[in-house]
Every structure is written in structure tokens, then in C-alpha cells.
């Protein structure tokens, strides 16, 4: 079992910047990466960004390019989600998961979801 916490959400003004934190616990060695995704109210859940551990690759939604970054402290066992340049739309609950498969160097399933972190971004 991965064990993870997620922090660091609260409410900004457009324009702003939050970095969200994911600490891990647990059998992290059974993990291939970790994921962000965020649900919005009313919304379904979607994928914001990724990352997997063996290669350093990232991935991230064609809407937060450029503007949202995930990077790992591996000494914490922590990922992080760096959001600049915040909008009104990127208002979310925000949640990490781990990546448990990999197919062809790609994330391909997620679970131990975190609680999740709300951001709220003010116009």
C-alpha cells in the first residue's frame, strides 16, 4: 500500500501561483511515478500531469502547459505540482495519485488516490 497527503491548496487570485505538495508513505517502491488530476464541481475528474521515476519523464494536460510544472524531492518522498499563472477555470480539487502501471514508458493506471486539496482562483 502507497499512503499519500496532499497539501498545500487554497485560494489566489487569477494571475497567482500555489505549489501543491504529495508526500508518500508506505511500499513507495512499488510505484512507477505519480499523477495530478484535479474535479472540478459538476466535472469529471481529468488529468493535469505526470511524471515517472525510472526515465524523469513528465507529462501535462495541453491546458496547464507552460504554466503548471510536477517535480520530485526524492529525499521526502514528496512530488510536487507548481502552478503559476493561475485562472479562474484551474478552480479545482486537486488529487495525486501513483503510477502502478507503465506501458511503453507511459503511465497507464493510477491508485492509492490522496484526499485531495482544494485550490480556489479568484477573478
Known amino acids: 500500500q502507497v499512503q499519500l497527503v496532499e497539501s498545500g491548496g487554497g485560494l489566489v487570485q487569477a494571475g497567482g501561483s500555489l505549489r501543491l505538495s504529495c508526500a508518500a508513505s508506505g511500499r513507495t517502491f512499488s510505484s512507477y511515478g505519480m499523477g495530478w488530476f484535479r474535479q472540478a464541481p459538476g466535472k469529471e475528474r481529468e488529468f493535469v500531469a505526470a511524471?515517472?521515476?525510472?526515465?524523469?519523464?513528465?507529462w501535462s494536460a495541453d491546458s496547464v502547459k507552460g504554466r503548471f510544472t510536477i517535480s520530485r524531492d526524492n529525499a521526502k518522498n514528496t512530488v510536487y505540482l507548481q502552478m503559476n499563472s493561475l485562472k479562474p477555470e484551474d478552480t479545482a480539487v486537486y488529487y495525486c495519485?501513483?503510477?502502478?502501471?507503465?506501458?511503453?514508458?507511459?503511465?497507464?493506471?493510477?491508485?492509492?488516490w490522496g484526499q485531495g486539496t482544494q485550490v480556489t482562483v479568484s477573478s
Open positions: 495519485a501513483a503510477v502502478t502501471q507503465v506501458v511503453n514508458g507511459i503511465p497507464s493506471r493510477y491508485d492509492y
Open positions: 511524471m515517472t521515476w525510472r526515465a524523469g519523464n513528465t
